[in-house]
Nanobody, 116 residues
Framework: QVQVAESGGGLVQAGGSLRLSCAASGSDFSPNAMGWYRQGPGKQRELVATVTSGGGSTNYADSVKGRFTISAYNAKNTVYLQMNSLKPEDTAVYYC?????????WGQGTQVTVSS
């Protein structure tokens, strides 16, 4: 049973930083890719950033480029999202997603709230 667990959300003032972590467990295989999505109040879930196995390729939403950095620690099937210069519009539930062979798995989400 594959499990995906996020941590690191919280309340921060605009301009501040947070670091999210996500760990995948329960599989003998390493993820092909890992990523972060978010869903703000009244909005659809959207891609934030993804990284391929080995960290060879990253992809970011335009809205977070230059402020967020995704990185992977493959030995522990862990992915991080460093979020700097946070804005109130970054407020959302952030979800971790992993791609493992032909399957995809989601975490339960972690709340990030940015106050103005």
């Amino acid at each position: 049973q594959v499990q995906v667990a996020e941590s690191g959300g919280g309340l921060v003032q605009a301009g501040g930083s947070l670091r999210l972590s996500c760990a995948a467990s329960g599989s003998d295989f390493s993820p092909n890719a890992m990523g972060w999505y978010r869903q703000g109040p009244g909005k659809q879930r959207e891609l934030v950033a993804t990284v391929t196995s080995g960290g060879g390729s990253t992809n970011y939403a335009d809205s977070v480029k230059g402020r967020f950095t995704i990185s992977a620690y493959n030995a522990k099937n862990t992915v991080y999202l460093q979020m700097n210069s946070l804005k109130p519009e970054d407020t959302a539930v952030y979800y971790c997603r992993i791609w493992l062979r032909e399957y995809t798995y989601w975490g339960q989400g972690t709340q990030v709230t940015v106050s103005s």
